[in-house]
């Protein structure tokens, strides 16, 4: 399923042949190839972890640190996009120096970003320091799976990557749970800490076991201008979206940034054009299965990831959850997707991709839909059946990603698009966010006046409207101290109402994201080179 690529496991270059047998054996544990990926597998849970980990201690972390709605969002964003942004790039550079080289550099700064946070104590820190945490980990991602590549021969490869991803499956899964209890009984500076041992480990491990992969033929330049229009049309982007509700979508400031982030766009597709060697090669594009499948992931991060932000304020600011709750409410999504991987990669390997494709988007729909039904007095088995459906719908969009846009792509460019593959995911998930927050905080802004008025309740000054706006945003309830317990109630009522109103219109646009997603999904089919063997490697 990915391209073969001649490589040299010593780094040094040389030698004809790419075949196995021309590699010297593993001696001991020390590039053995269950050993490698157990090694690797330890560093991308760290990465895997914090994707859903950080959602439990968000609403902590806005209160101790008296954050906006806004800088909340940026703990989420500036991760993602950081780690959307280096994906590609760090693959070559992973391609140029060597795999091992990069995992370890990876794993070692993303463990230091992890205690830099966990020592911070402004917004402005953490958002910095998960930005940095976001470029490591794209150093450490591509690194992994070309270790994996370079060391598993063809025939089992399959079975390696397969254990990988329940990895990632597990600690996405377990995020929620972990975070949950870390927050509760020590702090949310716990959730970050908890990476430097676990980095130290892959870093041990990684000294003693892995083996260093290059490719011969690797890169000897990189496209800083197409890295630097790729991440200032991105941010523009973001940022529009993120500023919008608090400048007006009327603003001209919000049209500046809008306005900017299309010619940026613009202007690095003249330069991928035009470069020797592009970041990102247009003319796999030509492929509509290829480019379909990166529109798909793209679209399901964005129904993914904007909805479960949602999620863990609703748990615990509308329902009064605390953070171990919210994840064991949570559990039922994430654990669905581990249990419907291996039974959606059974199902594609038999009927291709498109059906299961299509069917799990249509089955996000639905659960998306059904979340745009909760309400304050919603219970525990109509929710957990509603994020159980997500995460089944999902997991075919995951297990098939690779197929559809490696497997379209030429042999020779491979890794890009393995590159490009988690690079939809991580921007879908940052444009969620954006896109679903911008939903929600218009929601708001538009009915809690109306809302605030009917209920009887003392007007407001313009300030005052504001302050109580964005804490609504995130469902909690702006009740000032020494409120009689009747007006309390009141304004909770009015809070919350307005929060899930604002929710469920955030939702119902996630299901359409996903209705989309259905017929872009009907446009993939697997790829001329979806059977080729894997890289070869030390074994």
């Avoid at 550099?105 to 320091?129: P, R, Y």
């Avoid at 089992?156 to 995020?175: D, H």
Wanted: hydrophobic share 55%.
């Amino acid at each position: 399923m990915t391209s073969q690529t001649t490589i040299d496991a010593t780094g040094q270059g040389g030698g004809a042949s790419g075949d196995p047998s021309h590699l010297a054996p593993a001696e001991g544990m020390r590039g053995h190839p269950w050993f490698t990926l157990i090694t690797v597998a330890v560093g991308v849970m760290m990465v895997a972890l914090d994707g859903t980990i950080v959602a439990i201690a968000n609403p902590v972390i806005k209160e101790h640190l008296g954050a906006s709605f806004a800088d909340v969002q940026w703990i989420t964003n500036g991760y993602f996009l950081a780690l959307a942004v280096s994906l590609i790039t760090a693959g070559k550079l992973g391609d140029r120096f060597g795999h091992r080289q990069t995992f370890l550099i990876g794993v070692t700064g993303f463990a230091a970003a992890s205690g830099a946070i966990g020592l911070s104590n402004s917004i402005a820190m953490v958002v910095t320091f998960r930005v940095f945490q976001g470029l490591f980990g794209a150093l450490l991602m591509p690194a992994a799976l070309g270790l994996l590549r370079a060391t598993f021969p063809a025939e089992k490869l399959n079975m390696a990557i397969g254990i990988w991803g329940m990895v990632i499956g597990a600690s996405t899964a377990g995020g929620p749970i972990l975070g949950g209890v870390l927050v509760e009984h020590v702090n949310w500076q716990s959730v970050f800490f908890i990476n430097v041992p676990v980095g130290a480990v892959a870093l041990v491990l990684g000294a003693l076991i892995l083996l260093d992969h290059r490719a011969r033929n690797a890169p000897r330049s990189f496209d800083i201008p197409g890295i630097v229009l790729l991440s200032g049309a991105m941010f523009c982007l973001v940022w529009a979206l993120i500023k919008a509700p608090t400048w007006g979508w009327g603003d001209v400031k919000t049209w500046a940034f809008i306005a900017g982030s299309v010619l940026a766009f613009a202007a690095f597709a003249f330069w991928e054009s035009r470069v020797k060697e592009p970041l990102i090669p247009l003319g796999m594009f030509r492929s509509v299965p290829l480019s379909a499948g990166v529109v798909l992931m793209v679209l399901m991060a964005i129904a993914f990831m904007g909805g479960l932000f949602f999620v863990t304020f609703y748990l615990q600011n509308v329902h009064g959850m605390s953070p171990v709750d919210a994840g064991l409410h949570l559990l039922p999504l994430t654990g669905m997707m581990i249990v419907g991987s291996p039974l959606a990669g059974a199902m594609i390997t038999k009927v291709g991709p498109r059906i299961p494709l299509a069917g799990g988007m249509a089955a996000t729909a639905i659960a998306m839909y059904g979340m745009s039904t909760l309400d304050t007095d919603t219970g525990s088995v109509t929710m957990s059946l509603w994020f159980a459906l997500l995460g089944l719908g999902l997991a075919p969009v995951m297990v098939g990603a690779t197929e559809v846009i490696v497997g379209n792509a030429p042999m020779e460019l491979s890794g890009v698009a393995g590159g490009l593959q988690q690079a939809a995911m991580q921007i879908g998930g940052s444009l969620g966010t954006a896109v679903l927050g911008a939903v929600m905080v218009s929601k708001v802004d538009s009915d809690l006046a109306g809302n605030w008025k009917d209920a009887g309740l003392p007007p407001l000054t313009p300030e005052q409207t504001a302050q109580a706006s964005e804490a609504v945003q995130v469902g909690i309830a702006p009740v000032p101290k020494g409120t009689p317990e009747a007006v309390a109630a009141k304004i909770t009522a009015v809070a919350h109402d307005t929060f899930i109103s604002g929710m469920s219109l955030a939702s119902l646009v996630a299901a359409g994201v996903a209705v989309v997603a259905v017929l872009v999904a009907l446009l993939t089919k697997r790829g001329a080179n979806a059977e080729a063997g894997a890289g070869v490697g030390h074994i």
